[in-house]
Nanobody
Framework: QVQLTESGGGLVQPGDSLRLSCAAS????????MAWFRRAPGKEREFVAG????????DYGHSVKGRFAIFRDNTVSTVYLQMYSLKPEDTAVYYC???????????????????WGQGTPVTVSS
């Protein structure tokens, strides 16, 4: 079982940057691919970004490509989402997700993730 804890959300202004963190824990801690999703009020969950265990492969949702960056530090079992040029439409609860994998470079499809954090809210407003 993998436990995920997000942090770093908050209220920012349009154009600002923000970094989210997701710490993973569990026994035994295994090789996991990780991802970020978000759910805006009244909307369905949206894939934001994913990263393989060895960081060789990443993927981004269309609406954030070029503005967000996902990266990870396996020494501290943490994945990050660096968000730039935030827009009001980025307002959402952001969730971290994980999936145990057997290949270091495997990047799951968005629907394959099975472990989820509780979410951290991000509000972009002037």
């Amino acid at each position: 079982q993998v436990q995920l804890t997000e942090s770093g959300g908050g209220l920012v202004q349009p154009g600002d940057s923000l970094r989210l963190s997701c710490a993973a824990s569990g026994r035994p801690f295994s090789r996991v691919a990780m991802a970020w999703f978000r759910r805006a009020p009244g909307k369905e969950r949206e894939f934001v970004a994913g990263i393989s265990w060895n960081s060789a492969n990443t993927d981004y949702g269309h609406s954030v490509k070029g503005r967000f960056a996902i990266f990870r530090d396996n020494t501290v079992s943490t994945v990050y989402l660096q968000m730039y040029s935030l827009k009001p439409e980025d307002t959402a609860v952001y969730y971290c997700a994980a999936l145990a994998v057997f290949r270091d470079d495997y990047l799951p499809a968005p629907d394959d993730y099975i472990h989820w954090g509780q979410g951290t809210p991000v509000t972009v407003s002037s």
